[in-house]
């Protein structure tokens, strides 16, 4: 199986000083998902907690709910000219009575490490979509709390101290314990393994939790939170303006540039005491 990281050589330039030197540099390989044998989608990720990715993607694409809709999850025997498998590919095969969406809102499933919704037909799909709607969850977390979690996420990143090039995703409860941390060098693939980690576990819908992310808050975060029923979502960076309209429409609350302790939130400010 591909490692998370890989070693490649590289020219240091320090000063007037050039000397060659092996670097340590995040791997990044394709993974396919089949359903039901039918190819849906491939993203370029880091290897490693593929099965808790594919059940991320699938929830948060509307076509699971939980674990029980999954009958099976494997890797396909996908070989490279060597005829080494590549374990590349998964293979899912949905519980009886479990549907693929119709085709007037599929997309094309292809995604790059930085862009999980290109080509959606609808954003108004995504919307009407969820079946764990944050609207209603009444959980509330101090500022002290939240501007505590980006430290706690940064110590627990394992893959980001050796190379730096790690996107993270880190689930916490309201009083700030830290439950599970993915990272992957697409940000929508961290939080697709993130909560595939949620799915395993029984946790969704997860109700009363922070989901913070090490980047920006984009529009297909906020839909992967709204999907899995997470109430607050976190970012160091910026939200887009589409993201501020989505966690607005559906409930969530969104924080952007969250350092040290200061913070925007954008979006049901009422849960943030």
Known sequence: MGRVTTRRPVSRIDG????????????????EIR???VPLAVTMRTPGSDMELAQGFLLTEGI????????????????????????NVLDVDLATGVLLPDTGIERNFYTTSSCGVCGKASLDAI???????????????DTTTIAGLPDRLRAAQ?????????????????????????????????????????IEQGRVP???MVLLVSGRASFELVQKAVMA????????????????DLAHDTGLTLIGFLRGTTMNIYTHADRIT
């Open 16 to 31: 007037e000083q050039r000397r060659t030197r092996v670097d340590t540099v995040v791997a990044e390989e394709p993974l």
């Open 229 to 244: 029923g997470i109430p607050i979502l976190a970012a160091v960076s910026a939200p887009s303006s589409l993201a501020i």
């Open 206 to 208: 997860l109700r009363g």
């Open 158 to 198: 394992k893959v980001f101290d050796t190379t730096g090039g790690l996107h993270a995703a880190g689930l916490f409860t309201a009083d700030g314990q830290l439950l599970a941390v993915r990272e992957d060098v697409g940000r929508h693939n961290a939080v697709d393994k993130l909560i595939g980690w949620a």
């Open 35 to 37: 359903v039901n044998r």
């Open 64 to 87: 699971i709910a939980d674990r029980a809709d999954i009958a099976s999850i494997r890797y396909c025997n996908s070989v490279d000219d060597n005829g080494v498998n590549t374990y």
């Open 127 to 141: 919307r009407q979509r969820t079946r764990h709607s944050p609207a209603s969850d009444q959980v509330w977390v």
